[in-house]
C-alpha cells in the first residue's frame, strides 16, 4: 500500500504561483509513475502532469504546458507541481496518484491509477 498527502493549496490572485506538495509513503518502491488531476466544482475529474518515478521524465496536458512544472524528491517521496501564472479556470481540488505497474505511455485518465491522495483545494481569485 502506499500513502499519499498532499499539501500546499490555497487562495491566490490570478496571475500568482503556489507550490504543491504530495508526500507518499508506504511501498514507494512499487511507484513506477506519480500524477496530479484535478476536478473543478461539477466537472469530471481531469488529468494535469506525471512524472516517472526513477528516470524524472515528465508529461502535461496542453492546458499548462509552460505554466506548471512537475518534479519529484526521490530522497524525500515527495512529488511538487510548481503552478504559475494562475487563473480562473485552475480553480479545483488538486489530486496526486501513484500507479504501481509500467506502462510504455502516459496513462491521463484516473483508471490507470492505484493510489490517490485526498486532494489539496487551489481557488483562484479575479
Known amino acids: 500500500q502506499v500513502q499519499l498527502v498532499e499539501s500546499g493549496g490555497g487562495l491566490v490572485q490570478a496571475g500568482g504561483s503556489l507550490r504543491l506538495s504530495c508526500a507518499a509513503s508506504?511501498?514507494?518502491?512499487?511507484?513506477?509513475?506519480m500524477a496530479w488531476f484535478r476536478q473543478a466544482p461539477g466537472k469530471e475529474r481531469e488529468f494535469v502532469a506525471a512524472?516517472?518515478?526513477?528516470?524524472?521524465?515528465?508529461y502535461y496536458t496542453d492546458s499548462v504546458k509552460g505554466r506548471f512544472t512537475i518534479s519529484r524528491d526521490n530522497a524525500e517521496n515527495t512529488v511538487y507541481l510548481q503552478v504559475n501564472r494562475l487563473n480562473s479556470e485552475d480553480t479545483a481540488v488538486h489530486c496526486c496518484?501513484?500507479?504501481?505497474?509500467?506502462?510504455?505511455?502516459?496513462?491521463?485518465?484516473?483508471?490507470?491509477?492505484?493510489?490517490w491522495g485526498q486532494g489539496t483545494q487551489v481557488t483562484v481569485s479575479s
Open positions: 496518484a501513484a500507479a504501481n505497474s509500467w506502462r510504455t505511455f502516459w496513462a491521463t485518465t484516473p483508471n490507470w491509477y492505484d493510489y
Open positions: 508506504g511501498r514507494t518502491s512499487s511507484i513506477y509513475t
Open positions: 512524472i516517472r518515478w526513477s528516470s524524472g521524465s515528465t
